[in-house]
């Protein structure tokens, strides 16, 4: 899995990962969704890795995310940031998955 982030992602992303102290993890929830087939994209924001975390290599940010999940993203991502609208979008060359990413701090050192 690899996801290049636009400019306009990577200029809001970098203050939350300048100081090295927080990674970002693609996450699919399924939190209130009954099943994992009906979890949503999600971009989180953690502090360390759990166990079950792959390390994925992004363009400019490497990511993490949980191998188990993989099936429901295409091999390469895009993730770009409209400032209008405070979001964040995923999309592959074929589909877009959100164009209202959520961006989830809990979890991190900030």
Known sequence: ???????????????????????LKLLHDTEGCGCVVSGVPALQLISEPSVDDKLAQGEPFPFYYEPRHEIFYEPQLRIDYNAVNDSFSLKSNSQIYTVNLRFLTKGSAA
């Open 1 to 23: 899995m690899h996801i290049l982030f636009s400019k306009a992602a990577v200029d809001r992303l970098s203050p939350y990962l300048e100081d090295g102290k927080n990674q």
